[in-house]
């Protein structure tokens, strides 16, 4: 029992850092059409950059706020500097992303090695704390991203429901044309979009680096946590992100902890059935 | 009339020449230029060739062909190294596995269309990743199956430069071929018609559904062909001949070569083949090269090489029918 109580925690845990990555993704893809493929070297690079600031300044908090500032800066340069040109070429797009992504990894490799960083978590969050109302001791940084996952993702909806740029840009997800037609500047939702969703790439790659570690690799294995959780929770919507982070995080630590052999068919089986019953994904609107 | 007749011509005359080329150039050639440039590219091209051929023909750009070329070589693998099976035996389960590999990847995918296929196959593809790394019984862990041998024929190696290029080329030329006419027949038509307009297919009572099933399989069997020679080449498979790098690279072969083009795959494939292992030579950061080019090519060349090729084609026919009318008056 107590196993499994820890298994949904770490699943849980997981959902919030998958939730992060795939947010961003998913507007993204949802506004503009593009796959990100440079979302995952734009995780890793923002957890190396916060290495790098908590090694010299010893801040966690500042780790986590540059690495967000530099990560949502570069990915405005890359939609500013090179998407923009190409809209609606939907593959020219992807490509560029991956190209981006390709000189990213190489020059993260040539800067920071193939070794596995960690950053120290805050002082405050270093221990585990008991569970209220059980016997069940958990790591207390762990229960913080949860609550760091919950606190963005209802500022991200407050953020799209509640404002008017968050209108305009739920508009841009349904009909972009219309919006454009309409005289709004659809160009400015494009960037802010992207820088945000870069930015949360950024940070989370932070949360991750406190959590687990950063090496090599773990941009491909958290772009596909976020390709998984968009496919399975439904593309553009933020409620489907988090769905589907939630199910891809339950199911990469329940493979993990009771069939480890073929924990990635656990995922690769959800997403398959959520493919053939729903293509659009749970939460997805049917185009 | 003459300029008809004259553009065939040329382009024949300007695959005559490239057959010749292939046929001479492993003799002149180093063993090292035959092996690791030319026999490389050869069998890469076809695992292009599979992605070009979804792409141009089906309309589908799809990111799972490295995961079923990989389904291939691990099936190889594991019966050859694993069970001792004899060749033909295990090159036969590798297609048939490759084969069903992607029958069932394709009933997944093909309900889906465009930017969102692209991003569900990429899934799959790196689903086929992180099994492989995860499993151990059968895969053997991030280590993956080393000591694969390519056949013997007779007294001749099939891992000796020259009998491999010849292998792997004649393989590619025969996959390009096959493909080519495939697509002037009946169901290589519909297939296009599928990709062009699938609601009015639909009306006239095609299953669109059916031709890209039928499609997405075939491009696995190709893929499963390339599998079985790439594991052939390099002797061993492991995940990391199946990660997103590696997915990038079959991509950025396509992609120089030209989208539209399955000729293309082998200009692609030769010069990947160079910069990979020349570049490497002059700078450690040669991913970084590979990125820029390929940034470059989309960026400036969205058609490849092939796209080139075919645009100076154009403008020679161009040239020559301005010609002709003079001297047929």
């Known amino acids: 029992m107590e196993e499994f109580a820890l298994t949904t925690l770490n699943g849980v845990a997981m959902a919030a850092l998958y939730f992060l990555v795939a947010a961003g993704f998913s507007l993204i893809f949802g506004v503009m059409r593009i796959v990100n493929m440079a979302h995952g070297s734009l995780f890793l690079l923002g957890g190396y950059l916060g290495w790098s600031v908590a090694a010299l300044t010893h801040s966690w908090l500042l780790a986590i706020v540059a690495a967000g500032a530099a990560t949502a800066a570069l990915g405005l340069m890359l939609q500013q500097g090179l998407l923009r040109h190409y809209q609606g070429q939907e593959l020219t797009e992807a490509l560029i992303t991956i190209a981006v992504s390709i000189v990213i990894a190489d020059l993260l490799v040539a800067t920071y090695g193939g070794l596995s960083y960690q950053i120290p978590a805050p002082v405050p969050l270093g221990h585990s704390i008991r569970i209220p109302g059980t016997a069940l001791r958990y790591s207390s940084y762990s229960l913080a991203l949860i609550g760091v996952a919950l606190a963005t993702g209802l500022a991200l909806w407050l953020f799209l429901e509640r404002t008017i740029w968050g209108v305009v840009l739920r508009a841009g997800i349904d009909?972009?044309?219309?919006?454009?037609?309409?005289?709004?500047?659809?160009?400015?939702?494009?960037?802010?979009?992207f820088a945000i969703g870069a930015g949360l790439a950024g940070m989370a790659g932070v949360l991750d680096g406190t959590l687990l570690s950063l090496v090599p690799g773990v941009d491909s294995s958290y772009l596909v946590a976020a390709l998984a959780a968009v496919i399975v929770g439904g593309m553009g919507s933020l409620e489907g992100s988090a769905v589907g982070a939630l199910v891809v995080g339950m199911a990469t630590e329940f493979g993990i902890g009771y069939f480890p052999s073929y924990a990635e068919a656990l995922t690769f089986a959800v997403m398959a059935v959520v493919l053939v019953v729903r293509p659009t994904g749970l939460l997805g609107k049917a185009r | 009339m003459i300029a008809f007749h004259g553009a065939p011509s040329g382009r024949s005359l300007a695959w005559c020449s490239t057959l010749l080329a292939a046929i001479v150039l492993p003799f002149l050639a180093s063993s090292f230029v035959t092996q690791d440039i030319l026999a490389l590219a050869a069998w890469s091209a076809i695992v292009a060739m599979s992605m070009v051929f979804l792409s141009k023909y089906g309309g589908m750009i799809s990111f799972a062909q490295v995961g079923i070329y990989g389904v291939g070589s691990y099936s190889f693998a594991i019966l050859a190294v694993g069970h001792g099976v004899p060749w033909y035996g295990a090159v036969a389960g590798a297609l048939v596995a490759a084969t069903l590999c992607a029958l069932l990847f394709a009933?997944?995918?093909?309900?889906?269309?465009?930017?969102?296929?692209?991003?569900?196959?990429?899934?799959?593809?790196?689903?086929?990743?992180?099994?492989?790394?995860?499993?151990?019984?059968?895969?053997?862990?991030?280590?993956?199956?080393?000591?694969?041998?390519?056949?013997?024929?007779?007294?001749?190696?099939?891992?000796q430069p020259i009998p491999e290029?010849?292998?792997?080329?004649?393989?590619?030329?025969?996959?390009?071929?096959?493909?080519?006419?495939?697509?002037?027949?009946?169901?290589?038509?519909?297939?296009?018609?599928?990709?062009?307009?699938?609601?009015k297919m639909r009306a006239m009572g095609y299953s669109v559904m059916s031709y890209r099933v039928i499609a997405f399989t075939l491009a696995g069997s190709i893929a499963g062909i390339g599998g079985v020679l790439g594991v052939w080449y390099n002797g061993i498979i492991a995940p990391s001949y199946l990660d997103l790098t590696r997915i990038i690279d079959f991509l950025a072969i396509a992609v120089i070569g030209g989208m539209e083009s399955l000729e293309g795959t082998f200009a692609g494939a030769i010069i990947y083949a160079i910069v990979t292992t020349y570049a490497s030579s002059f700078t450690d950061r040669y991913n970084t090269v590979i990125g820029l080019v390929l940034l470059a090519i989309v960026m400036f060349a969205p058609g490849g090489v092939g796209g080139l090729v075919s645009r100076v084609g154009a403008r020679l026919a161009l040239a020559k029918a301005q010609l002709t009318p003079a001297s047929t008056e």
């Open chain 2, 165 to 199: 290029y010849f292998l792997d080329s004649s393989v590619a030329f025969a996959v390009l071929l096959g493909l080519t006419l495939l697509m002037r027949t009946q169901f290589g038509l519909a297939l296009q018609g599928c990709r062009d307009n699938p609601r």
């Open chain 2, 107 to 159: 009933l997944l995918v093909a309900r889906t269309y465009g930017i969102y296929f692209l991003m569900v196959t990429l899934a799959l593809g790196l689903v086929v990743y992180f099994l492989t790394i995860s499993n151990y019984g059968l895969t053997h862990g991030s280590g993956g199956i080393p000591g694969v041998n390519p056949p013997h024929l007779g007294s001749i190696s099939l891992a």
């Open chain 1, 175 to 193: 009909d972009r044309q219309m919006v454009a037609v309409l005289g709004l500047n659809i160009q400015r939702i494009f960037a802010l979009v």
